[in-house]
Structure formats: structure tokens, C-alpha cells
């Protein structure tokens, strides 16, 4: 199994920036497309970005398309989340997801889920 650490979120004015991390444990952190996903209170979750094992395809939700950048360090098992220009309707837990398939993490399909780490953006 793979396990997933979230680290980053925090409470930012309207406007600021944060990087998520995301730490996987394994051997074979390459082979795995990672993926950021939101959800808040009362909400369904909703996909936010992912990318491939390599790092050389992306895809990203409409509305961050431009302010989040998603990348990958394989070397430290980590994903990133780079968010700039928040604003409120960013709010959330953002979770990150590894799956053998990249076409299964856009549909929220990972094979695993990290626990979050809360994102809250004040106007």
C-alpha cells in the first residue's frame, strides 16, 4: 500500500499564496499519477489537478487553470501544489491521491488517498 502526507495549508488573505506538499512512502513513487483534490464542509469533493508519473502531462480544473501549478519531485517522493491569487471559493481540504492510472485520478478514482490539509482563504 501507499501512504499519503499532506503538508501545507493554512489560513491566507484573499490574493496570497501557499505550496502543498505531498508526501508518498514506496519504492515506486515514479510509476504513480498523483492528483490534488478539494472538499468543502457539506460539499462534494471536487478534482483540482494531477499529473503523470513522468511529470510531462497535467490537468487541471477550469477555474485554478493559470494560479495552481502541480509538479513532482521523484527523487523526494513529494507532489506539489503551487496556489497563487486565492480566493475564498478555494477554501478547503485539499487531499492528494496516487493511482497507476492518470485518467483515474481526473475522475477521482485514486487507488489512494492521503487525510488533507486545510486551505482557508479570507477575503
Known amino acids: 500500500q501507499v501512504q499519503l502526507v499532506e503538508s501545507g495549508g493554512g489560513l491566507v488573505q484573499a490574493g496570497d499564496s501557499l505550496r502543498l506538499s505531498c508526501a508518498a512512502s514506496g519504492r515506486t513513487f515514479s510509476s504513480y499519477a498523483m492528483g490534488w483534490f478539494r472538499q468543502a464542509p457539506g460539499k462534494e469533493r471536487e478534482f483540482v489537478a494531477a499529473m503523470t508519473g513522468s511529470g510531462g502531462t497535467t490537468s487541471y480544473r477550469g477555474p485554478v487553470k493559470g494560479r495552481f501549478t502541480i509538479s513532482r519531485d521523484n527523487a523526494k517522493n513529494t507532489v506539489y501544489l503551487q496556489m497563487n491569487a486565492l480566493t475564498p471559493e478555494d477554501s478547503g481540504v485539499y487531499v492528494c491521491?496516487?493511482?497507476?492510472?492518470?485518467?483515474?485520478?481526473?475522475?477521482?478514482?485514486?487507488?489512494?488517498w492521503g487525510q488533507g490539509t486545510q486551505v482557508t482563504v479570507s477575503s
Open positions: 491521491a496516487a493511482d497507476s492510472s492518470f485518467t483515474d485520478i481526473v475522475r477521482l478514482r485514486g487507488d489512494y
